[in-house]
């Protein structure tokens, strides 16, 4: 097996642009620790796609890794898809997304495959909608979502418009390692091969998809009566800013506030430390205008515009960010209540949600007499069980803590553009009962009991780190604690083991103690982080997971 060091040479040696082997060059002789992380494996496409900082190296988003990941795509797609084929791409506003967007495209294109590309940056939901609109074999989301600036990332959708599950995934994941050299992909047009058509995707899909957004609406009378509703949106410098404020005002919105410095799509994201609306510091800036506007309201999207933050007013007139759990509490409550009022509930519906989000949401759908599906963490496990229950019974909607959420059933992925315009749709209605959101989220708590959730994470980045998270797993398995916040563990439920839980394969560990309290540990699939999910119930709720926190991290 070659070294990092060996590798990096190859790169010197190979037939790779000036600029990449400049910056080889300099690594080598300026900052060896660098080099050894850029070099030291292929950046891994997992059976989600890639994710990774940008740069030069096998173990960095960049042209080439972008190209092997590509050509092992069209590899599978070529071996096990018969007759004409189809990719749709799109790409959100991050640095090198328009380029890996283009570099996929010509790489499909090569290889025979009839490509449909975005003219320009789309939110990862519509990407996701247009592959069943063109009824197309695949698709790629260049993005790396809510992570910092110097990530990209790469993720791939299969013909339902859900991302890749198994057994796809693991067998593409496979078509993927088997590319071990930028001079196995087709970056010019392969010999024998006929280049195939690069179509244009624009305004067209996007009329179609806001279309069947409005089909979704529940409470057209309350929007009308309530248009004015102030609402502050921020696309966070991100692609949300092409539909979100246009799909408010085809529901009825009329008072959509802006925050002018972060409308602009900038892969710098100057005005955030991180573009993610789950951090409070993304979400200043639209809090600040929000206050200076007197909004009820605050909606925040994240680059790729899967992911949705909102802040509400509490009953001191505060405005108060909300977690995804609190969000989705409310909301699934609305819109289940919504489906009773309508009669639209027959026995014959279900939700989703991931094994990490409130438990609230199960005890809102056995109310509502709806089941509720508990899935892995990923929204993919969501639209894998749309794909099993199709023509079996009805999808109403899913969510996951992490700021995603869907309804419907065209969109097969977390969309915020959806969860935002159902959000604001929400307010109105509450308003009608004489309540604000956050009146309503009390509501919830007082008929289904207090519940109470955090999650920590800690970052460890590079080989070392990469280590350290797997060896804290490790520790956890030999020796889970005795106790957890000072009651009796009950149950350990690991993820690893499929045959137990009747799900994948997943590197997750949950400890519940006798109060039904529980922590969930799981390290990032997307980033150098292990994370720690607290759960806790009852009036004690928010003192438990203080010390829930203060246990585990450290």
Same mark, same amino acid.
């Given at each position: 097996?070659?070294?990092?060091?060996?590798?990096?040479?190859?790169?010197?040696?190979?037939?790779?642009?000036?600029?990449?082997?400049?910056?080889?060059?300099?690594?080598?002789?300026?900052?060896?620790?660098?080099?050894?992380?850029?070099?030291?494996?292929?950046?891994?496409?997992?059976?989600?796609?890639?994710?990774?900082?940008?740069?030069?190296?096998?173990?960095?988003?960049?042209?080439?890794?972008?190209?092997?990941?590509?050509?092992?795509?069209?590899?599978?797609?070529?071996?096990?898809?018969?007759?004409?084929?189809?990719?749709?791409?799109?790409?959100?506003?991050?640095?090198?997304?328009?380029?890996?967007?283009?570099?996929?495209?010509?790489?499909?294109?090569?290889?025979?495959?009839?490509?449909?590309?975005?003219?320009?940056?789309?939110?990862?939901?519509? =990407? !996701?909608?247009?592959?069943?609109? +063109?009824? $197309?074999?695949?698709? @790629?989301?260049? *993005?790396?979502? #809510?992570?910092?600036?110097?990530?990209?990332?790469?993720?791939?959708?299969?013909?339902?418009?859900?991302?890749?599950?198994?057994?796809?995934?693991?067998?593409?994941?496979?078509?993927?390692?088997?590319?071990?050299?930028?001079?196995?992909?087709?970056?010019?047009?392969?010999?024998?091969?006929?280049?195939?058509?690069?179509?244009?995707?624009?305004?067209?899909?996007?009329?179609?998809?806001?279309?069947?957004?409005?089909?979704?609406? =529940? !409470?057209?009378?309350?929007?009308? +009566?309530? $248009?004015?509703?102030? @609402?502050?949106? *921020?696309?966070? #410098?991100?692609?949300?800013?092409?539909?979100?404020?246009?799909?408010?005002?085809?529901?009825?919105?009329?008072?959509?506030?802006?925050?002018?410095?972060?409308?602009?799509?900038?892969?710098?994201?100057?005005?955030?430390?991180?573009?993610?609306?789950?951090?409070?510091?993304?979400?200043?800036?639209?809090?600040?205008?929000?206050?200076?506007?007197?909004?009820?309201?605050?909606?925040?999207?994240?680059?790729?515009?899967?992911?949705?933050?909102?802040?509400?007013?509490?009953?001191?007139?505060?405005?108060?960010?909300?977690?995804?759990?609190?969000?989705?509490?409310?909301?699934?409550?609305?819109?289940?209540?919504?489906?009773?009022?309508?009669?639209?509930?027959?026995?014959?519906?279900?939700?989703?949600?991931?094994?990490?989000?409130?438990?609230?949401?199960?005890?809102?759908?056995?109310?509502?007499?709806?089941?509720?599906?508990?899935?892995?963490?990923?929204?993919?496990?969501?639209?894998?069980?749309?794909?099993?229950?199709?023509?079996?019974?009805?999808?109403?909607?899913?969510?996951?803590?992490?700021?995603?959420?869907?309804?419907?059933?065209?969109?097969?992925?977390?969309?915020?553009?959806?969860?935002?315009?159902?959000?604001?749709?929400?307010?109105?209605?509450?308003?009608?009962?004489?309540?604000?959101?956050?009146?309503?989220?009390?509501?919830?708590?007082?008929?289904?009991?207090?519940?109470?959730?955090?999650?920590?994470?800690?970052?460890?980045?590079?080989?070392?780190?990469?280590?350290?998270?797997?060896?804290?797993?490790?520790?956890?398995?030999?020796?889970?604690?005795?106790?957890?916040?000072?009651?009796?563990?009950?149950?350990?439920?690991?993820?690893?083991?499929?045959?137990?839980?009747?799900?994948?394969?997943?590197?997750?560990?949950?400890?519940?103690?006798?109060?039904?309290?529980?922590?969930?540990?799981?390290?990032?699939?997307?980033?150098?982080?292990?994370?720690?999910?607290?759960?806790?119930?009852?009036?004690?709720?928010?003192?438990?997971?203080?010390?829930?926190?203060?246990?585990?991290?450290?």
């Amino acid at each position: 097996m070659k070294t990092y060091k060996e590798i990096a040479q190859s790169w010197l040696d190979g037939n790779f642009d000036a600029e990449t082997k400049a910056e080889v060059k300099k690594l080598m002789e300026t900052d060896p620790v660098a080099l050894e992380d850029a070099f030291y494996r292929n950046l891994e496409f997992g059976t989600g796609g890639l994710r990774g900082t940008m740069g030069v190296g096998t173990n960095r988003m960049n042209k080439y890794t972008v190209g092997m990941a590509t050509q092992g795509l069209a590899n599978y797609i070529k071996a096990h898809v018969s007759g004409a084929a189809s990719v749709c791409i799109s790409h959100d506003s991050r640095n090198n997304s328009r380029l890996f967007a283009e570099i996929s495209a010509e790489v499909l294109s090569n290889n025979g495959i009839k490509v449909f590309l975005f003219e320009d940056l789309r939110p990862t939901p519509e =990407l !996701s909608y247009s592959i069943r609109l +063109k009824k $197309a074999t695949a698709g @790629i989301m260049v *993005t790396a979502s #809510h992570n910092p600036k110097e990530y990209n990332g790469y993720k791939v959708f299969w013909s339902d418009g859900g991302q890749i599950t198994a057994p796809v995934d693991k067998d593409i994941v496979a078509e993927v390692g088997k590319i071990e050299d930028p001079a196995q992909v087709a970056f010019q047009p392969l010999s024998g091969v006929k280049k195939a058509p690069v179509e244009v995707m624009g305004v067209e899909v996007d009329e179609c998809y806001l279309r069947d957004q409005l089909s979704l609406m =529940l !409470s057209p009378e309350a929007v009308k +009566k309530h $248009a004015d509703l102030k @609402i502050v949106y *921020t696309p966070l #410098h991100g692609c949300g800013v092409r539909l979100m404020p246009e799909a408010l005002k085809r529901i009825g919105f009329t008072n959509i506030i802006h925050v002018p410095e972060q409308e602009v799509p900038d892969g710098n994201f100057p005005t955030v430390a991180s573009p993610n609306p789950e951090e409070p510091a993304a979400m200043a800036m639209a809090l600040a205008k929000a206050d200076e506007t007197g909004a009820d309201l605050v909606l925040a999207t994240d680059p790729d515009a899967d992911r949705l933050g909102i802040a509400v007013r509490d009953d001191e007139g505060k405005m108060v960010q909300l977690t995804g759990n609190q969000t989705w509490s409310f909301l699934t409550y609305y819109i289940l209540k919504r489906w009773q009022e309508l009669g639209k509930l027959n026995g014959n519906q279900y939700c989703v949600k991931t094994i990490v989000t409130t438990e609230l949401i199960a005890a809102i759908c056995k109310s509502f007499g709806v089941k509720c599906y508990n899935v892995l963490t990923g929204f993919k496990y969501i639209a894998e069980v749309q794909k099993q229950q199709e023509g079996k019974s009805e999808f109403i909607c899913g969510g996951e803590e992490s700021y995603g959420f869907n309804l419907g059933s065209f969109v097969r992925d977390k969309c915020a553009q959806v969860a935002g315009c159902a959000v604001a749709e929400c307010a109105a209605w509450a308003a009608e009962q004489g309540m604000t959101l956050w009146q309503l989220l009390q509501k919830v708590y007082k008929e289904y009991g207090l519940s109470v959730e955090k999650m920590v994470y800690i970052v460890r980045k590079g080989k070392s780190g990469a280590e350290e998270i797997q060896q804290i797993m490790a520790d956890y398995r030999a020796t889970p604690p005795a106790t957890i916040a000072g009651k009796k563990l009950t149950k350990v439920i690991d993820y690893n083991k499929p045959e137990e839980t009747g799900l994948p394969k997943s590197n997750v560990l949950q400890f519940f103690n006798e109060d039904g309290d529980v922590v969930t540990v799981r390290p990032s699939g997307t980033e150098p982080k292990i994370k720690f999910y607290f759960g806790a119930t009852g009036s004690d709720a928010p003192g438990k997971i203080e010390t829930l926190k203060g246990q585990f991290v450290k």
